[in-house]
């Protein structure tokens, strides 16, 4: 773990330790799922992280029961393996993604495909997979807290995948790589025990778009009530996007059936 100052040097690493749960997905394929214990958190932006989106507001309290949720983005083999299961509502390709390996995190995946995907795993294995709730993505993505990234104040180009030609505060600026990365390859993670939550890939979550959090949830369930059904969360930012897009508080949306390049999942098991 790793933690940086507003120039995005690095004031402090340390080492710790996560529960694990190891789900066997077959042809010896394993997916690592981290614990993350219940809690409270403020959700949304405070006023003094200065630039920030109108849907990040009200900040809110939110409490959070605990779940186990995927160490890194669903990765190219991960979702080969469990597109070859049997079908439960509609069909998958077994290889969407146009560029990485077996390790790159999947992408042009819609969100009806991250759905089937959950719901085949959950039939093979008996336990019951979905998508994180927005509320469930944002608290595991702070992971206790309270400054835009969980790495501090901002992040640089050695920690994640991003556009690093922008800066967010008064970090140097880095490199666009232009493609995603392999999950975990930069060897840093929150204090949960998550890897690549800023950046990388937008990832689906289980939520309907709303403009604000007016009215939101604050038990940490999805917010499943709208009037357009079709459109869906995605939090985390990636390879494509300036630092800003890459906050924990960073919302965005999309249409359920798109399917992009810089769009995939994490998952989540119900306790």
């Known amino acids: 773990m790793v933690t940086v100052n507003s120039q995005g040097k690095e004031i402090e ?6 529960c694990c749960l190891k789900e066997e997905l077959g042809n010896g394929l394993i ?21 920030r989106y109108s849907n990040e507001k009200p900040q809110h309290l939110a409490k959070i029961e605990p779940f186990l949720m995927s160490k890194y983005p669903i990765t190219q083999m991960q979702w080969k393996q469990i597109a070859s299961l049997p079908q439960v509502s509609q069909k998958l390709k077994l290889r969407p993604s146009r560029q990485g390996g077996n390790n790159h995190p999947i992408t042009q995946v819609s969100w009806f495909d991250a759905m089937e995907f959950c719901d085949r795993l ?14 469930e993505w944002e608290y595991a993505c702070r992971a206790g807290t309270t400054t835009p ?20 505060r008064s970090e ?11 999950v975990g390859s930069f060897q840093v993670a929150n204090s949960f025990g998550l890897f690549d939550m800023h950046g990388l890939v937008w990832e689906w979550c289980l939520d309907n ?56 999942f994490r998952i989540v098991r119900t306790l």
Request: charged share 20%; aromatic share 14%; proline share 5%.
């Open 31 to 51: 997916l690592e799922m981290v614990y993350i214990p219940a809690g409270q958190f403020w959700m949304g932006s405070p006023e003094s992280e200065g630039k």
């Open 13 to 18: 690493s340390y080492q710790g330790q996560a």
């Open 149 to 168: 990234f969980h790495f501090g104040e901002t992040l640089n180009f050695n920690l994640a995948n991003y556009d690093a030609t922008f800066a967010y």
């Open 209 to 264: 778009w709303h403009q604000n959090y007016d009215k939101a949830p604050t038990n940490g369930d999805a917010w499943l009530e709208s009037d357009d059904n079709n459109i869906r969360l995605m939090r985390g930012g990636s390879w494509r996007n300036e630092p800003f897009l890459c906050r924990s508080s960073s919302r965005q949306f999309n249409y359920a059936s798109e399917m992009l390049n810089n769009v995939g």
């Open 122 to 135: 959950s039939h093979n294995t008996g336990h019951k997979y979905r998508l994180p709730s927005e509320a």
């Open 172 to 182: 140097p600026k880095g490199i666009y790589r232009e493609k995603t990365s392999e």
